[in-house]
C-alpha cells in the first residue's frame, strides 16, 4: 500500500459539505467539561494554594489526607494537593508548547505538501515518515542527553514528534481539498496558490487541525508525564504530576495515594482531552464521527 | 430539434475582429503511469490524440463522449490548467499553449467554468457572497457587492442569498451560484462541464433554460459537455463527437443526430433510450444489438 | 509485485542511512568534546588527548561516522567511553530483553483489541457497545507507568501474588522468569490494547458501511458472516497500519516500563549511558529503536501485499 | 393491482409474486415512505420512477430487509412461496430468501464487489450458501457458465481475476450473475445502469431484461430516468415525496399521464418540446429534502393546479386491474393532456 492509501486511510475525508450542526454528543460535554477543570486548577493554581507546594517541613511528612491537608503529605512534608493544582500548570504548559510548535510547523508542511507536485510532496512525506521513527520519547531522551533536562527540553522534543502526525492528516485534507470543484474554479478565476492555501484549504482542514490538537495535547500530557517521571521533564522543584508519580515509587508499601493522586490527575487531564478530541470531530465531520 | 432557431449566430462584437472564440490545433495528452514491471516503464496513457476545431464567437458547441474520452482532459487545457503535450490552444486569437500562470490573466478575464457537482463546486466554508465575488477579487474588479447582487438577481436568486452558506441550497439554487460566480468577471466564454448531470430532471429543465437566456441576453460563446446526448441536442448549434481522445465527427446538431456519418457515432445515438423511441416499441435488446464491435 | 518490492527494500535502506546521519549528527554537534565529558571536568588535558586518540575522536567525522556504521552493520559497535568495554555483548542482551517484553505486550493487546475492537463496532449503537468504548477511552488515558505501579501495588505490595520487579534470564529459572514477566508485560499490554481497539473499531465500522458488505447480505449471508467473510480481510490493512505505529510507541514505552520493574533491558541501559553521559551507548541504542521501527514500518508494507490484491500490479 | 391507501384491499391474487401493503419507513419523527401498496405477478417487469426523496430506493431496501441502520419499515410484504411477512422478519429467516427467493442489483458496481476476492468465488458463494450446488467444485463451475451468460470474454481467466482488473460495465455484470444466480422469483434493480455509459447501459439492459425473461422472474426497476423505464418496463409506478402517485401500463402512464406531477414529469424530461422562444418546459419550485414535503398533496407546492381540497390527502382511483392516481385535478382522462403544459404528443424521432 503506497502511503497515499495508507494516508487514505489514516486521514479523514474532508466532507464538501457541513450540514446542519451536529447535536453536542456525551464525548464533548464530558470532555469539555474535564478540560475546563484542568485550565480552572492551573488558574486557580495562579491565584491561590491551599499551601505552598514547594514547602519542605518534615515536621509534618507522610501525613494522610486531613482537613488541613485534603490529599495528605509527601515525603518531603510538601502538600499533595496544591503540587497536584501546581503541576496542572506544567501539564497545560507543555501541551500547549508541544501542539503549538507540532501545529505552526506541521499544518503549513501538510498544505505545501498537498498542494505541491506529486514528487515533491511524496518527497516531504518520505522524510516525514522517518520523524515517526522517533517517537517523542526516545527525541526527548536524546535532547535530554545533549542539553540536560528540563521541561522546555520535553516541551520542544514533544512538539517535533508531534509534526509528523499533523503533518500527514492535514496533506491528506489539503489532497481531498484540492481535487475539490471550487478549488479548480478558483484556479480558473485566477486565484494563485497561496490565496488558494488560505482562503480556500485552511478553513476546510481546520475541523482535522482542532482534533488532531486535542488529541496531541493527550499525547504530550502522557509523554511529559512519562519524561518528568524518568528524571527528563520538569526539574524539581517545580511540581509535576509525573515527577510525583516517580517519588511515589519507592513507598507504594506505606502511601499508595502518592501515586493514586498524579496517576489519576494525569489520566484524567488524558481523558478530557481525548473526548474533547472525538466530541470536536463529531462535531465538524460526521464522517469521521467512528474514526479511531 | 423541433424548433432551430433561425438566422445566423448573433453577429460578433464590434472590434472583436473575426476571429473565433477558441481555436485547437493537434492538440496531444499523454500522461506516463508508475511503472508496475521491472524491465520495462508502463505504457504511457494517450488522453487527447490530435484534436482540431474552431468556435467561431457566440456559437453553442456541444462536446459529447463517454467517460475516459477525454472531454475533461481537454477542458482543463481550454481553461488554461493544464498543458497540452503538444499543438496550440488560442482563446480570441491569443495562443496560450506553454504560457506560465502569471500571463494567463487574459484567459481568465474572458473564460469561465461551470462545473457538475452542486456539493463540490461551492466552498462548504464561504458564505455565498464571497463564493460569487471571488474572481472579481482574483482580478481586483471594484464594487463588488453591487455586481454580486446584481448577478444572483440574474440567475433568479435574491440578493439576501449572499449572506447564506452553500448548504442552505437545493442543488439547483447551488447551480445558479456556480453559474452566478462563471459571469462575474464578464467573461466572453462559458465553459460547462456537465452543468446538469447531477440535477432532478424537474430542476434540470429549469435550468438548462437559464444557460439559454444567459447565453443570448449576454450573446456569450458556450462550450457544454456532456455525456447525454439528449441533453446537448437540445442546448447547441454544433456538437464534436469525441472517442478514445480524438474527434470521431464534428458537425451541425441537426447532421451529426439526423444522419451520423461515423460509425461510432452511430452506435452512440443508436444506444440513446428515448421516451418516444421506447414508446414506438423500441427494446432493451434493439438498443443493444447495434452496439456488437 | 517485484518493482513494489525493490522500491520497497530501497526506502527502507535510504531511510536507515539518513536516520543514521540524523542520529549520528545530533550527538555529534554536541556542544563540548564527548571525551571531556566523558572524563568529567577534572580530567587532565593529556588524558583527554587520549581517549580521544583511542576512541579515534580526533579523526574527520565523516571516518569516525563510516568507522561507528562499519561497527553496527557487522554487529561489532565500538568500546564504551566509560567501562571501556566492548557494547557489542551487552546491547544484544538488553535487545534480548526489550524484545521479550514489548513482543509479549504486543501479543497481549492483538489479543484484546482485535475481538473487542470489533465487538466494539458490531455493537456500536447499543449500550455494550458504549461502555465497550468508554472503558477502551479510559485505558488509553492510563499512561503503562501508572498501570505498571498499581500492578505492583495490588499484586506484589497488597497481594504479594508476583515479586515487584526484577528480572530472569528464561533458560536459568523460567517460572521466574515468566512470574517476573507478567505485569510488565501486561502494563505495556493493556494500554496499547487500548489505543489498538479504537483502530479496531473505526476500520471495522468503515467496512460495515461498504457496498460489498451490503451485497453480501443481499446475497443471503447473515452480518455476522457477512462480516466475517467479506469484512475482516479489507479491515485488516488500516489495522496492520497501526499496529505498526504502535509498535514503535511501544518500543520507547518499554524505556518507562523498564524503569518502573528494574528490568535490564535497551531502555534502561539507555537511561544509564545518558545518566553517565556514555554518548556512543546512547547514539546505539536510538539506532537500535530507530533500525527496529523502520524495519517493522517494511514489513508492514510486505504485509499488504498478502492482504490486498489490488497492490500486486498486474490487471487492467 | 389492488388499491392501496384506504379502501380494503382485495385478496392477492395466486399468480403475484409479490404484494405489498400500507408500508412506511420512517427515521425520527420524519416520513420518507408513506402508505405505499403495490403488487407485481410472476414474470411482470415494473418499473418505479422517481425524483430524489422519493423514497424508490427505501422502498426497494424495505422489501430486501437491508435498510440503512437508524430507519423502520412497517407494514406488510409479502413473497410468494414465503410463509413469513418480509417485514420485521429476524435475519435467520430474511437470509434464506435474500439471493434465493428475492435478489438485488446495486447503482455503483465499483464498489459493490469485495476487491479482496476473486470474481469466481463471490459468484460461487451464493450457490454455496443456499445449497443450489452440492459443492465448491460445481459451485465454482456454475460461476464460470454464469459469467458467460453476461457476456464476460473469456470467462473462465475472469472468473480467477479480482474486480479491480474489471471495468464498471463487467462488474454490473458480475453482480448481475450473483443476482440471477438462483433464479430469483423477484428481482429488484436500484438504478443499475445510472452509473454507466450509453453504449454499455444498453448492453446491461438487455442482459437485465433478457435474464429476467428467461428465468420468467418477477422485477421491480428503480430509477429516476423514465426512457429507461419505458425501454426496459411493461408497468410503471410513479413516486413522489414517499408516496405512489401514479401507476399504469408504460404507454398508457407516459401518452396520458392524470397525475399532475407525472405530466410535469413527463414534460420535464422530454427535451425535444420546445415552446416558441426554445425554451423547456418546467416545474416550478424544488424537490423539498426527503421528509418535508407537505401534508395533503405531496406534490401542492409545485403545482399549477392545485386548490384548497389538495391541503387533505387524495384518495387512490383505480382505472383499471393494475392502475390508478391520487389526484384531486388529475388531467382530463378522455380529453387529449391538457393544453397547458407542452406533453410529450408524437413518437420522438433519432
Not at chain 1, 515517526?132 to 542527553?145: G, Q, S, T, V, Y
Not at chain 3, 494500554?191 to 457496498?211: C, F, G, H, I, K
Request: charged share 20%; glycine share 10%; proline share 7%.
Amino acid at each position: 500500500m503506497s502511503v497515499q492509501e495508507r494516508e487514505a486511510t489514516v486521514a479523514s475525508a474532508v466532507s464538501a459539505d457541513r450540514k446542519r450542526r451536529r447535536p453536542v454528543t456525551g464525548s464533548l460535554l464530558v470532555g469539555g467539561l474535564i478540560v475546563a477543570a484542568v485550565i480552572g486548577m492551573a488558574l486557580l493554581s495562579f491565584v491561590w494554594t491551599p499551601h505552598d507546594p514547594t514547602l519542605v517541613d518534615p515536621s509534618v511528612r507522610l501525613q494522610e489526607p486531613s482537613s488541613d491537608y485534603w490529599f495528605g503529605t509527601d515525603k518531603f512534608g510538601r502538600d499533595v494537593f496544591s503540587q497536584i493544582l501546581v503541576g496542572s500548570r506544567t501539564t497545560l504548559f507543555v501541551g500547549f508548547v508541544a501542539v503549538g510548535v507540532a501545529a505552526l510547523i506541521g499544518v503549513p508542511l501538510g498544505i505545501v505538501a498537498g498542494m505541491a507536485p506529486r514528487w515533491c510532496g511524496e518527497l516531504l512525506m518520505r522524510g516525514n515518515d522517518l520523524l515517526l521513527a522517533f517517537p517523542a520519547l526516545l527525541l526527548a531522551i536524546m535532547f535530554a542527553a545533549v542539553y540536560g533536562a528540563g521541561t522546555l527540553v520535553a516541551m520542544v522534543a514533544i512538539g517535533i514528534a508531534s509534526i509528523p502526525h499533523f503533518a500527514r492528516l492535514i496533506r491528506g485534507g489539503t489532497l481531498q481539498i484540492m481535487r475539490t470543484e471550487y478549488v479548480i474554479a478558483a484556479r480558473a478565476a485566477g486565484r494563485g496558490p497561496f490565496a488558494i492555501a488560505v482562503r480556500h484549504v485552511l478553513p476546510n482542514v481546520s475541523g482535522l487541525v482542532i482534533v488532531q490538537a486535542s488529541v496531541g495535547f493527550a499525547i504530550a500530557v502522557l509523554a511529559e508525564a512519562a519524561l518528568s517521571f524518568l528524571g527528563f521533564g520538569t526539574p524539581p522543584p517545580t511540581p509535576s504530576w509525573g515527577r510525583m508519580l516517580q517519588e511515589s515509587q519507592e513507598l507504594l508499601s506505606i502511601a499508595p495515594r502518592l501515586a493514586v493522586f498524579p496517576g489519576v490527575a494525569i489520566a484524567v487531564a488524558v481523558l478530557g482531552f481525548n473526548l474533547l478530541g472525538d466530541g470536536l470531530r463529531d462535531r465538524f465531520d460526521p464522517k469521521l464521527e467512528d474514526r479511531r | 430539434m423541433a424548433e432551430q432557431p433561425t438566422g445566423a449566430p448573433p453577429a460578433p462584437e464590434p472590434g472583436t475582429g473575426p476571429t473565433e472564440a477558441i481555436s485547437v490545433h493537434d492538440v496531444t495528452r499523454v500522461y506516463q503511469r508508475p511503472r508496475t514491471s521491472l524491465r520495462s516503464a508502463s505504457p504511457p496513457v494517450h488522453a487527447l490524440r490530435g484534436v482540431s476545431f474552431a468556435i467561431p464567437q457566440g456559437q453553442r458547441f456541444g462536446i459529447v463522449g463517454e467517460s475516459g474520452c477525454g472531454k475533461s482532459t481537454l477542458l482543463r487545457i481550454l481553461a488554461g490548467l493544464d498543458r497540452p503535450t503538444s499543438g496550440s490552444v488560442a482563446i480570441d486569437g491569443r495562443d496560450l499553449t506553454g504560457l506560465p500562470e502569471r500571463r494567463l490573466t487574459f484567459v481568465r478575464e474572458r473564460l469561465q467554468l461551470v462545473f457538475q457537482d452542486p456539493m463540490s463546486s461551492l466552498d462548504p466554508r464561504m458564505r455565498v457572497g464571497d463564493i460569487v465575488a471571488e474572481p472579481l477579487v482574483a482580478q481586483g474588479h471594484g464594487n463588488r457587492r453591487e455586481r454580486v447582487a446584481e448577478l444572483l438577481e440574474a440567475v433568479g436568486l435574491r440578493a439576501d442569498a449572499a449572506d447564506r452558506y452553500p448548504h442552505q441550497f437545493s442543488g439547483g439554487q447551488r447551480q445558479r451560484i456556480s453559474i452566478a460566480r462563471a459571469l462575474a468577471p464578464r467573461p466572453k466564454i462559458i465553459v460547462a462541464d456537465e452543468p446538469v448531470s447531477a440535477l432532478d430532471v424537474s430542476v434540470r429543465a429549469q435550468v438548462l433554460n437559464l444557460i439559454a437566456d444567459l447565453v443570448d441576453e449576454l450573446s456569450l460563446t458556450l462550450v457544454f459537455v456532456s455525456h447525454d446526448l439528449s441533453v446537448v441536442r437540445h442546448v447547441c448549434d454544433r456538437v464534436a463527437v469525441m472517442h478514445a481522445g480524438q474527434i470521431v465527427e464534428t458537425g451541425s446538431t441537426e447532421q451529426v443526430y439526423e444522419d451520423p456519418r461515423h460509425s461510432y457515432t452511430r452506435r452512440l445515438i443508436a444506444a440513446v433510450p428515448t421516451l418516444g423511441r421506447a414508446l414506438s416499441g423500441v427494446s432493451a435488446a434493439d438498443l443493444n444489438r447495434e452496439q456488437r464491435p | 509485485m517485484i518493482v513494489r518490492l525493490v522500491q520497497r527494500i530501497a526506502i527502507l535502506l535510504a531511510s536507515l542511512a539518513v536516520s543514521s546521519v540524523l542520529v549520528f549528527a545530533f550527538m555529534a554537534v554536541l556542544p563540548g568534546d564527548p571525551a571531556r565529558v566523558a572524563l568529567g571536568t577534572s580530567a587532565s588535558d593529556s588524558a583527554v588527548a587520549q581517549l580521544r586518540q583511542e576512541f579515534g575522536l580526533d579523526r574527520p567525522l565523516v571516518a569516525q561516522y563510516l568507522s561507528w556504521v562499519r561497527g553496527l552493520v557487522t554487529f561489532a559497535p565500538g568500546n564504551s567511553y566509560i567501562s571501556h568495554a566492548p557494547i557489542g555483548p551487552q546491547l544484544a542482551d538488553r535487545l534480548q530483553v526489550t524484545l521479550w517484553l514489548v513482543g509479549t505486550g504486543m501479543v497481549i493487546a492483538c489479543l484484546l483489541a482485535l475481538p473487542l475492537g470489533t465487538l466494539m463496532a458490531v455493537r456500536h449503537r447499543k449500550p455494550s457497545g458504549l461502555v465497550l468504548s468508554a472503558l477502551s477511552q479510559v485505558g488509553v488515558a492510563i499512561p503503562a507507568f501508572l498501570a505498571g505501579i498499581l500492578l505492583i501495588t495490588v499484586f506484589a505490595v497488597g497481594l504479594g501474588w508476583l515479586p515487584a520487579n526484577g528480572w530472569t534470564p528464561p533458560d536459568q529459572d523460567p517460572v521466574l522468569f515468566l512470574k517476573q514477566l507478567v505485569m510488565p508485560a501486561l502494563s505495556l499490554g493493556i494500554v496499547q490494547a487500548a489505543v489498538v481497539t479504537r483502530y479496531v473499531r473505526s476500520a471495522v465500522l468503515d467496512v460495515l458501511r461498504e457496498d460489498y458488505l451490503r451485497t453480501a447480505r443481499a446475497k443471503g449471508l447473515r452480518p455476522t458472516r457477512a462480516l466475517l467473510r467479506h469484512g475482516l480481510r479489507n479491515a485488516a490493512v488500516p489495522v496492520v497500519t497501526v499496529l505498526a505505529l504502535q509498535l514503535a510507541t511501544l518500543l520507547v514505552g518499554s524505556v518507562v516500563i523498564e524503569r518502573v520493574f528494574v528490568i535490564p533491558g535497551l531502555g534502561s541501559l539507555l537511561l544509564d549511558s545518558v545518566a553517565n553521559r556514555d554518548l556512543i551507548v546512547v547514539q546505539d541504542v536510538v539506532m537500535i529503536i530507530a533500525m527496529a521501527v523502520l524495519l517493522v514500518n517494511f514489513l508492514v508494507d510486505m504485509v499488504y501485499l498478502l492482504i490486498d490484491p489490488r497492490l500486486r500490479g498486474g490487471g487492467s | 393491482m389492488t388499491p392501496a391507501p384506504g379502501t380494503a384491499p382485495a385478496a392477492a391474487t395466486q399468480d403475484d409474486v409479490l404484494a405489498v401493503r400500507n408500508l412506511d419507513v420512517t427515521v425520527g419523527g420524519r416520513t420518507l415512505v408513506e402508505d405505499v401498496g403495490f403488487t407485481i405477478r410472476a414474470g411482470e417487469r415494473v418499473g418505479l420512477i422517481g425524483e430524489s426523496g422519493s423514497g424508490k430506493s427505501l422502498t426497494a431496501l424495505s422489501v430486501m430487509g437491508l435498510l440503512p441502520e437508524g430507519l423502520r419499515a412497517s407494514g406488510s410484504v409479502r413473497l410468494a412461496g414465503v410463509d413469513h411477512d418480509l417485514v420485521g422478519a429476524d435475519e435467520a429467516r430474511m437470509s434464506r430468501v435474500r439471493g434465493k427467493e428475492i435478489a438485488m442489483v446495486f447503482q455503483e458496481p465499483m464498489t459493490a464487489l469485495n476487491p479482496t476476492m476473486r470474481v469466481g468465488r463471490q459468484i460461487a458463494e451464493v450457490l454455496l450458501i443456499h445449497r443450489t450446488r452440492p459443492d465448491r467444485a460445481s459451485a465454482r463451475a456454475a460461476a464460470v457458465e454464469l459469467l458467460a451468460q453476461v457476456g464476460l470474454p473469456d470467462p473462465g481467466a475472469a472468473a480467477q481475476a479480482y474486480p479491480h482488473q474489471f471495468s464498471g460495465g463487467q462488474r454490473q455484470r458480475v453482480v448481475l450473475a450473483i443476482a440471477l444466480a438462483n433464479d430469483p422469483a423477484l428481482l429488484v434493480c436500484d438504478e443499475p445502469t445510472t452509473a454507466l455509459d450509453v453504449t454499455v447501459q444498453a448492453r446491461v439492459l438487455d442482459l437485465i431484461v433478457r435474464g429476467v425473461q428467461d428465468r420468467r422472474s418477477a422485477m421491480l426497476f428503480i430509477t429516476h430516468d423514465l426512457a429507461v423505464v419505458a425501454t426496459a418496463c411493461e408497468r410503471v409506478m410513479v413516486m413522489y415525496g414517499g408516496r405512489l402517485v401514479e401507476s399504469g401500463p408504460v404507454r398508457e402512464v407516459f401518452t396520458r399521464p392524470r397525475h399532475r406531477y407525472t405530466q410535469g414529469l413527463i414534460g420535464a424530461s422530454d427535451l425535444t418540446v420546445v415552446d416558441d422562444r426554445g425554451r423547456l418546459a418546467t416545474i416550478r419550485g424544488s424537490v423539498p429534502p426527503a421528509g418535508r414535503f407537505p401534508a395533503g398533496c405531496v406534490f401542492r407546492n409545485r403545482c399549477d393546479h392545485a386548490t384548497e381540497v389538495c391541503a387533505t390527502r387524495p384518495e387512490w382511483i383505480p382505472t383499471g386491474p393494475d392502475s390508478g392516481y391520487a389526484c384531486f385535478h388529475p388531467v382530463p382522462g378522455s380529453a387529449a393532456p391538457g393544453a397547458t403544459t407542452p406533453t410529450n404528443q408524437e413518437a420522438g424521432r433519432g
